[in-house]
């Protein structure tokens, strides 16, 4: 039995030489692997090396991390995302030059030896003597496989990284030890291509297939000699041999690895030498990774796809877990992105605003009944660059949106409608709605307290319509159409703020920075900051004639076994009765025949929606739909600075001031138009009612009634006030070829300046 140390066990030197099963050799090997005598490294000490017996017996090899593939809802590719470009191949499909070269240059004898070459330590140890150093290593192809397998374990850990490369005796043990298991489990060939596809060969390429594509645009199974010799000598130093940077020394080291394979009879002399006369060609892919190189426009619906899955417990119970599957990668995500309603956002977009315009615009749509995420575009890119952004101006924050969303604006009010329906409210209300008027001096809350109109800097809180002419009684129909606000006023004081929030609840309307919808009524206006994905998504619980459903990005996901993973599904629950679903689309149907929608409403089928102005013109939207389709259009300014849109320039135009059916409803029509171009139309499920006999007043823009019992009057004739663009006063207003909407215009949110009762849009970071 060996000599024990002083505390029990094996001295380093002879835990060494036991594992080698060749204790004379002992001195020699440590000698071999250039490292001090074992006493120089207190080998003894406690922790400094494990006793053999006590390394852990089997290699935990983890899964190579590979490129993941993200497709659209036809499986065309959208992006490349990876923490480690590599793409795991066979041996079967890596060219024979490429395992000869590298086993040449490696380790020319891995067939003839086991996990250790003592042949090959002996020759170090004397090349090392006689160099006064460490010029030539020891390490088998098996020992560099086990070694880069504790570096991709290591990941992105620069400390781990740095641990496993270490040249220490106690790592170079726990090395050896493993190659061992290796080499009875897996076999020669097994491991050959273990290595090929692990190794690192510069230029961001992890494995064979990926280095063959990035330097010669070609399969791993095409690589010519001259092609393989170059690849193989780059393992050594991927930075010094890197053939993109230094072609001249790439090559030496090329014709080094080419003499080598005819040293070794793996090639001829003569095949050797025909090689070394050829340049070096390259045919060099650039490194395309992650959602900025994603097509059709889609960076922001790719992160959007990325933070899906970081953040659904479907994938893992805590973010670090799914965090480590998405950054293993190797998964082919298809999501639910239609490329023509992709294409079609992306059209209008450019149709309308342009990148370097001082505002951006966002379009999102979704598909009614099963919350798929159709389109997601923006006019500002997704990019470092001038004029581009990495915030997805369509999302909430916690999913890479803007800290708070914007505005809505007068799209609130089909949601406060819906809530008052649903509480039995018939849908001929009518309502004083004066043109100008407090706030109720007190409305309930869910939690019994009241919301009070306490004075704000020694006045009043009060809510006004848009123009001076816009002076009730109106109707329901009436009032959604042309925008009311004091309408909306009166009756979310009459039901309540409770209802308000349970509806909203109910579709998921939710502030973009993940706060609680507040109780207050100048919801009733607009001034919760929400997303255009949220919007949409509302909306087309109307479509959906009051089924819900939670959206979704990802349709299915494979893993680099092709093993189906399980996705989150679109969750969808009555937020309505049908009833009241159907009443909403009549009226929404109305805004876009004849209300401030007007230019936004579809010919050639049926479609519903409403606009929205906040106060200041920070914001403008429209949000519509039809019974397939739903979409969200946001204008506005998407940085830190406010700007008001007055007297302002977008997309070439020129406009006065943006409303939500000057701008975002014609950015919507375009859109929705061709992503339903040659698509099955739907029809509403409608319901008559009935207009109540209100005493006409407020001139143009007041009360009149409609002249067909069935369809809601327009405010006004062509050219006239509230009128369709194009009559005889359209180029002065704008119309058909200034871009500006008919003035006076259609109403949005506006409040008394100085009334306390102002909620334009907060700064967002």
Not at 115 to 131: F, M, P, S, T, Y
Not at 333 to 356: F, G, M
Not at 361 to 373: F, H, I, K, L, S
Not at 535 to 554: E, H, K, L, Q, W
């Amino acid at each position: 039995m060996g000599k024990k140390r002083s505390g029990g066990g094996l001295t380093g030197s002879q835990q060494a030489a036991k594992f080698l099963g060749v204790s004379v050799l002992s001195g020699v090997v440590l000698a071999g692997m250039a490292i001090p005598a074992a006493g120089a490294l207190g080998l003894a000490a406690k922790g400094t090396v494990e006793g053999f017996d006590e390394i852990p017996a089997n290699l935990k090899t983890p899964p190579l991390s590979q490129r993941t593939t993200i497709l659209d809802a036809e499986g065309g590719l959208i992006a490349t995302v990876y923490s480690r470009d590599r793409q795991v191949v066979p041996l079967t499909a890596i060219s024979p030059y490429m395992q000869k070269a590298i086993v040449a240059i490696e380790d020319s004898r891995f067939y003839e030896h086991g996990a250790v070459d003592l042949k090959g330590i002996l020759r170090a140890v004397n090349r090392n003597a006689q160099e006064g150093g460490a010029a030539q290593g020891a390490s088998t192809l098996t020992q560099q496989y086990v070694k880069n397998v504790f570096v991709e374990e290591a990941g992105d850990d620069e400390t781990k990284v740095r641990e496993a490369q270490e040249k220490s005796l106690g790592r170079k043990i726990r090395e050896l030890k493993y190659s061992i298991q290796v080499e009875e489990e897996l076999g020669k060939k097994k491991i050959l291509e273990n290595y090929l596809n692990i190794t690192y060969f510069g230029q961001q390429a992890y494995g064979i297939e990926s280095a063959a594509q990035r330097y010669f645009s070609k399969p791993a199974k095409d690589l010519a000699l001259e092609e393989s010799a170059l690849l193989a000598g780059v393992v050594q130093s991927p930075s010094r041999y890197d053939p993109v940077n230094d072609v001249q020394e790439a090559t030496k080291r090329r014709n080094i690895v080419l003499q080598r394979m005819a040293d070794t009879k793996d090639v001829s002399q003569a095949e050797a030498d025909a090689a070394k006369a050829k340049p070096v060609t390259l045919k060099v892919t650039k490194p395309k990774n992650g959602c900025i190189t994603a097509v059709k426009g889609a960076g922001f619906f790719c992160d959007y796809v990325r933070n899906s899955f970081l953040t659904d417990t479907v994938f893992g119970k805590t973010r670090e877990d799914r965090a480590k599957i998405w950054n293993q990668g190797g998964l082919t995500v298809r999501t639910t992105l239609d490329p023509q309603s992709q294409d079609a956002a992306n059209e209008s977009i450019k149709d309308h605003v342009y990148q370097e315009d001082s505002i951006a615009t966002a379009v999102t749509m979704v598909q009614p009944g099963t919350g798929r995420v159709l389109a997601m575009g923006q006019s500002k890119p997704y990019g470092f660059g001038k004029n581009e952004t990495q915030i997805n101006y369509s999302v909430d924050k916690r999913m890479g949106g803007s800290n708070f969303g914007f505005q809505v604006g007068s799209t609130f009010k089909p949601f406060i409608a819906a809530a008052a329906l649903e509480r039995g409210m018939p849908p001929t209300k009518v309502y004083q709605a004066p043109n100008k008027m407090n706030y109720p001096a007190s409305i309930s809350r869910c939690d019994g307290t009241e919301w009070l109109n306490l004075p704000i800097d020694g006045k009043i809180q009060t809510a006004k319509n848009e123009t001076e002419d816009e002076i009730g009684p109106y109707a329901l129909r009436t009032a959604m159409e042309k925008s009311i606000n004091t309408y909306f006023v009166e009756m979310i004081g009459e039901i309540g703020l409770c209802p308000v929030t349970e509806m909203t609840q109910k579709l998921g309307v939710v502030p973009a920075d993940g706060s609680k919808l507040p109780e207050a009524p100048s919801i009733a206006l607009g001034s919760a900051e929400l997303s255009p994905l949220t919007m949409a998504n509302a909306y087309a619980t109307f479509a959906n004639r009051g089924v819900f459903c939670t959206p979704v990005a990802i349709e299915s996901i494979t893993d680099p076994h092709g093993k189906a993973l399980a996705v989150p599904k679109s969750k969808c629950d009555r937020a309505m009765s049908t009833e009241t679903a159907d009443t909403i689309n009549t009226l929404l149907r109305g805004v876009v025949d004849s209300g401030t929608g007007e230019r936004a409403g579809l010919s050639d089928r049926d479609s519903a929606g409403k606009t929205g102005t906040t106060d200041g013109r920070y914001n403008a939207w429209f949000v519509g739909y039809t019974p397939n389709i739903s979409g969200a259009v946001w204008v506005g300014s998407g940085g830190a600075k406010k700007i008001s849109m007055e007297n302002i320039v977008i997309g070439g135009k020129s406009f006065d001031k943006v409303f939500g059916g000057g701008l975002p409803g014609p950015i919507w029509k375009d859109a929705i138009s061709g992503a339903l171009s040659g698509r099955e139309s739907g029809n509403f499920t409608t319901v008559g009612i009935p207009e109540p006999n209100v005493p006409p007043s407020g001139g143009p823009r007041g009360n009149k009634p409609s002249t067909n019992p069935n369809r809601p009057g327009k405010p006004g004739g062509d050219g006239k006030p509230g009128g369709r663009p194009g009559g005889q006063n359209a180029g002065a207003t704008g119309g058909a070829t200034g871009g500006v909407e008919p003035q006076p215009p259609f109403p949005g949110i506006t409040l008394d300046p100085g009334t306390g009762g102002v909620i334009g849009g907060r700064d967002d970071q």
